[in-house]
Structure formats: structure tokens, C-alpha cells
């Protein structure tokens, strides 16, 4: 009698790191990518796009001109786009969310 309950108690311990290993290796990974400039928003990167390192994801307008507020910082698929055309972003400000690609 023992001996089955240990050998329960060991099934099912060995069932749930199997699903925790699993649902750590299948996990989506979100990244969060932020302004690193103040302005206003005039154009944005679409959801579903994919993105290289280093693609512009955010333009803004300044007081000084047009710049990118953000930049990729790894190869992905946009996963939503937090801004839109007209806004006002901050520095800091998350403005678009990756899913990374291997």
C-alpha cells in the first residue's frame, strides 16, 4: 500500500515538470519596445508585420523635425501597436509589442 501511494505521489510530480517544462519552452515571449523620444506620432508599424533588428517601429514629429521614437531591438512579429497617428508618447512610453523569432 506503501509503495502505491509513493508511487502516485511520484507520477504526479513527474506530470506536472513534464507540463511546467513544456510550457516554458512553448511560452510566448512578448517585448515590449519603448520611445526613447517626446513628440507627436505620424506613423506607425502595422500588427503582424515582421521586423528585423534595428526597423523603425515609431516616427514622430519634433521640435526639431521627424525622427524614429523606436527602433526594433530584435527580429519579430508585431504583436500590437500601443500609438497611433496624432498622439502625443513620452520617453519611456511602451509604444509597441514584439513576439521575438528565432
Known amino acids: ?32 519596445e519603448v520611445s526613447v523620444l517626446s513628440g507627436t506620432v505620424t506613423w506607425t508599424v502595422q500588427v503582424g508585420q515582421e521586423v528585423q533588428e534595428g526597423s523603425n517601429l515609431v516616427s514622430i ?3 526639431t523635425g521627424s525622427a524614429s521614437a523606436c527602433r526594433a531591438s530584435q527580429k519579430g512579429i508585431v504583436s500590437a501597436v500601443l500609438v497611433h497617428a496624432g498622439q502625443d508618447v513620452q520617453v519611456g512610453q511602451t509604444v509597441v509589442k514584439i513576439s521575438p523569432q528565432h
Do not use: G, P
Open 1 to 32: 500500500m506503501m509503495l502505491k501511494r509513493f508511487s502516485l505521489k511520484v507520477f504526479a510530480l513527474t506530470v506536472c515538470l513534464s507540463l511546467c517544462m513544456y510550457y516554458t519552452a512553448f511560452a510566448q515571449v512578448i517585448v515590449d
Open 61 to 63: 514629429q519634433t521640435l
